[in-house]
């Protein structure tokens, strides 16, 4: 399985993400959304840093159990009630990223809601992974 990631020099030079992602010869995996959620329910963390990494440590389990790794993301779609509020943290959010998923970006959409399913969520993150 080969994952190759496209960035056209002729479009924005992305920052935190690839323009496009192909895969040949592979298996995928559909990840459900994930919130801050701990394992009894409660939403972890009362800034979108902290929500963040919590949100990307579920989505990372989720992964390892259907047996993959943060290197097979291919696409992510991020639900966000405040994206000024992400876009003022995306260093401190670079840094979480980089130490639980890697160098290694996938095609990314940030999509603003008015609200997520839990009213303490501030982000929820859904997903693609290749497997070989």
């Given at each position: 399985?080969?994952?190759?990631?496209?960035?056209?020099?002729?479009?924005?030079?992305?920052?935190?993400?690839?323009?496009?992602?192909?895969?040949?010869?592979?298996?995928?995996?559909?990840?459900?959304?994930?919130?801050?959620?701990?394992?009894?329910?409660?939403?972890?963390?009362?800034?979108?840093?902290?929500?963040?990494?919590?949100?990307?440590?579920?989505?990372?389990?989720?992964?390892?159990?259907?047996?993959?790794?943060?290197?097979?993301?291919?696409?992510?779609?991020?639900?966000?009630v405040d994206p000024v509020d992400y876009r003022a943290h995306s260093r401190e959010i670079g840094a979480v990223w980089k130490r639980l998923v890697g160098r290694d970006y996938p095609a990314m959409t940030l999509v603003g809601?008015?609200?997520?399913?839990?009213?303490?969520?501030?982000?929820?993150?859904?997903?693609?992974?290749?497997?070989?």
């Amino acid at each position: 399985m080969t994952v190759k990631r496209i960035n056209p020099e002729s479009l924005a030079p992305p920052i935190g993400f690839s323009h496009a992602v192909v895969a040949e010869g592979s298996t995928i995996v559909l990840l459900a959304g994930q919130t801050a959620l701990n394992a009894d329910n409660v939403i972890v963390g009362a800034t979108i840093v902290e929500q963040v990494e919590k949100v990307l440590q579920n989505l990372l389990a989720a992964l390892a159990a259907a047996g993959g790794n943060p290197s097979q993301l291919a696409k992510l779609t991020i639900y966000c009630v405040d994206p000024v509020d992400y876009r003022a943290h995306s260093r401190e959010i670079g840094a979480v990223w980089k130490r639980l998923v890697g160098r290694d970006y996938p095609a990314m959409t940030l999509v603003g809601v008015t609200r997520l399913w839990d009213d303490e969520a501030l982000i929820e993150i859904e997903g693609t992974a290749i497997l070989p």
